[in-house]
């Protein structure tokens, strides 16, 4: 098990794919896994509204996997928000999409907010290169 670099958040609305993201997760880290299912839910998160506002128990994550296509706000409409807000501790971000679509991808590169895409299923072998990268908070 690798160190644990912070709070981990996942974005994403399947089930199925949390469960295996999850489970790559908890396999090679110590972190804390938070997972939200939608892209409304991770931009009032990332903002502390709502429900989030209590940073002891809303920890801002070292590192967000987003989904990209969800029904209620979308990946991309995520990282607008990031990029739009730029807050002073956004985490890195890793699209974890099920598209390897050119285009999805230049829309990601386009945001300019990004640390990386993956094209799920996310292995074990990605978040040990991202874990050896990632800053500690």
Do not use: C
Not at 120 to 137: F, G, Q, S, Y
């Amino acid at each position: 098990m690798t160190r644990d670099t912070g709070a981990i958040l996942v974005v994403e609305d399947d089930e199925d794919d949390f469960f295996l993201t999850g489970r790559v997760l908890r396999k090679i880290t110590s972190s804390r896994i938070i997972r939200v299912s939608s892209g409304r839910e991770a931009i009032e998160y990332l903002a502390g509204g709502g429900p989030y506002g209590d940073r002891a128990a809303h920890p801002l994550p070292a590192i967000m996997f987003l989904d990209l296509k969800m029904d209620q706000g979308t990946g991309l409409e995520v990282l607008d928000w990031v990029k739009t807000h730029r807050p002073a501790d956004h985490p890195q971000i890793f699209v974890l999409s099920g598209s390897n679509e050119p285009k999805d991808r230049e829309l990601v590169r386009l945001s300019g907010v990004t640390s990386g895409y993956i094209v799920k299923p996310l292995t074990a072998d990605h978040v040990k290169e991202i874990l050896a990268a990632a800053p500690r908070r």
